[in-house]
């Protein structure tokens, strides 16, 4: 009997410190802050957009997410009663647009989030077309909105970089309905570029289109300073969020952008639009 006992309390003991073995591997939950604001044109898929990202944060359970359709959060002070700041998030997601409402104190914060805290930032769409007069912004995203020569239509896109989480669902080359923006202030050397437009199924004669490079990204990454930055044009498209290979492509932006997972970043890609390296 005394060995039976001790025997049930050996067993105790190392089912005991299995359970704390898993307890210590568990990786703490994330947590992600949504902005859904828009100041002037207004994106219908911009609801859908972020109850997908919240529906996939508790489905993964890899983070719990925030959404907000004001600015109040995007600053390091301390806010009245329970609510949160930027000091209580790992990544912020931009689903954005227009002149928000954001003092020096707010813009300065959300850099100094990203480029001195070593935290994430993820712009979908519009992002591209938020604060037209904040360059600082411009530069941490990688580049600004200078229009949509072809408006909603059947993208010819092509995976720049199939090795980066999130592309190896997609083919080499696919058609996708979205709203492509054409990009200024933006550099494929400051930015890794993973999908791009096929600018040898493009109409390039419309007025629209600005760049004479054929160099039109759809999807990038980029460092800031210490801070992770995530780009992609796609997202117009209210359907697309329903598209199992798009919610996979978001899931990895996040995970990359919260440091959750490793991948090649730096600029310098591995093709041009001629497919010259």
């Keep these: 009997m005394r060995k039976f006992r ?17 307890t ?6 994330r947590h992600l802050l949504i902005i859904g604001e828009e100041k002037g044109y207004r994106h219908e898929a911009v609801s859908h957009a972020m109850a997908t990202i919240e529906r996939l944060g508790r489905e993964t359970g890899l983070w719990s997410t925030t959404i907000r359709t004001d ?19 790992d990544a912020v997601l931009f689903y954005t647009g227009g002149e928000l409402e954001m003092d020096a104190e707010k813009k300065a914060a959300l850099l100094s989030f ?40 059947d993208a010819p896109i092509l995976v ?9 669902q997609w083919p080499q080359a696919f058609v996708l309905k979205d709203e492509i923006y054409q990009m200024k202030a933006w550099s494929r050397q400051n930015v890794r570029v993973l999908m791009r437009l096929d600018p040898s ?3 390039l004669n419309k007025p629209a289109v600005h760049r004479k490079d054929g160099d039109f990204a759809v999807t990038w ?3 800031y300073g210490k801070g992770r930055v995530y780009y992609s044009t796609l997202g117009h498209v209210e359907q697309n969020w329903d598209d199992p290979r798009m919610q996979d492509m978001y899931v990895n932006a996040i995970k990359w952008a919260m440091g959750l997972t490793d991948a090649e970043y730096t600029s310098g890609p591995t093709t041009s639009p001629a497919g010259k390296p």
């Design 6 to 22: 001790i025997l049930l309390l050996l067993l105790c003991v190392a089912n005991s410190g299995l359970c704390i073995a898993q």
């Design 24 to 29: 210590v591997a568990t990786p703490p939950i």
């Design 71 to 89: 600015t109040e959060v995007l600053t390091k002070k301390k806010l009245e009663y329970n609510a949160k700041n930027l000091n209580d998030f």
């Design 114 to 153: 990203v480029h001195d805290d070593g935290k994430g930032f993820i712009g979908v769409h519009s992002a591209a077309i938020t604060f037209a007069d904040w360059p600082e912004f411009a530069e941490m995203i990688g580049g600004f909105f200078d229009e949509h020569p072809w408006g909603t239509f």
């Design 160 to 168: 720049e970089d199939s090795r980066f989480p999130g592309m190896q």
């Design 201 to 203: 199924k493009l109409d």
């Design 221 to 223: 990454t980029k460092m």
